[in-house]
Structure formats: C-alpha cells, structure tokens
C-alpha cells in the first residue's frame, strides 16, 4: 500500500549521495569558521600577551615593583643569601617553602657552591608549614630546640 523506505525509489541513490555531500560541505564550511574565530582569538591573546612583555622588558629595574614574599630568614637555618638562593628558585612565601621537598631545597643548595652544602634543610619544610598556618607559638618553640635548623 505505502511505503516510506526511501531506497525503494529508482533515484535514491543519487539522493542519499548528494544529502551525504551536502552535509560534509555544511560541517566543513562551520568547522572552518570555528576554527578561524578560534586562531582569532589566540592571535589576539597572543598580542596582548608580547605587549605586556615588551612592557616588562623595557621597565628601569629601579622602578620595578618587587615580588611581595615571606621573610624566609624566619626559618631556623635560613640566613640572608639562602633567602635569596630560594628566591631566585622562585619560593618567595612559607607555603611554596612547605611545599617544596628537602631534596628540591638540598638540590638547590648543592647546586650554589660548596659553602652552602652543609646546611641541612630537613626541617625548613615543617618549620614554613607553621608560620604559614600562622602557629608562630609551636613554630618559636620547636626553633628553640633546633640547632641551626637540625633537629
């Protein structure tokens, strides 16, 4: 009586081939557009972002505002040029100090020369967790019983 299979007309063929072509036309034409507003918009990140390190390149570093940090030099055993070895290791804050593994810190004092290997940052790690936490009581009290930052 009625049929509504498609692939029963004698022309279907050329039907199915041309809804098939049509399609991937439309989904390449949008994928393209996509893509091209996507590349746009990184460009333009791009140039935003090469202007702001043009900016920084050419600043007077006597005008440069500096990182605000911890004074690290809180820390039994740590002293000025160690705050400063940390530092150029980018740990500015007691969290990034009680993040950072005694053999990241170790590394980074093996690495500064002879004169600052025999510091031993095993508690520097613990001792930063403290002040960053704020627990400024435990943290004297347990200094008290280090000797130069060993426990």
Not at 89 to 112: C, K
Not at 120 to 148: I, S
Request: glycine content about 6%; overall charge negative; hydrophobic content about 45%.
């Amino acid at each position: 009586m009625f049929q509504l299979n498609p692939l029963n007309l004698p022309d279907a063929w050329w039907q199915h081939t041309l809804m098939l072509f049509t399609s991937a036309f439309l989904g390449f034409v949008i994928a393209y557009r996509k893509g091209q507003l996507r590349l746009f918009k990184l460009t333009q990140h791009i140039e935003a972002a090469q202007v702001s390190l043009a900016r920084c390149q050419h600043q007077d570093p006597a005008t440069a505002v500096p990182i605000p940090g911890d004074d690290l030099k809180k820390i039994e055993g740590i002293g000025p040029q160690i705050e400063k070895l940390l530092q150029q290791a980018h740990i500015w804050t007691y969290q990034e100090l009680s993040l950072t593994s005694v053999e990241a810190i170790q590394h980074i004092l093996d690495t500064a020369g002879p004169g600052f290997q025999m510091h031993d940052p095993a508690t520097w790690p613990k001792q930063a967790q403290l002040a960053h936490q704020g627990l400024w009581d435990e943290l004297l009290e347990w200094q008290l019983r280090l000797n130069g930052g060993r426990a």
